[in-house]
């Protein structure tokens, strides 16, 4: 649910933060596309190192 509203909410505040800071909305919707990505690389590396680990002993 989390990820929804994040992923959801840019959009309807992008104006606002355009206006707050005066950046172009292309810059913000830029910045967001690239947090997108290194968010799925990281999650990509995350879950392949998990995996990749051996189970701690019991």
Do not use: R
Not at 36 to 56: E, F, H, N, Q, R
Request: charged share 0%; hydrophobic share 55%; no cysteine.
């Amino acid at each position: 649910m989390s990820w929804g509203i994040v992923y959801y909410a840019f959009p309807v505040l992008n104006p606002q933060i355009t206006a707050a800071t005066g950046w172009p909305a292309g810059a913000t919707t830029a910045a967001f596309s690239l947090a997108l990505v290194i968010s799925a690389l990281a999650g990509s590396a995350s879950a392949a190192s998990s995996t990749s680990a051996a189970p701690a002993p019991s």
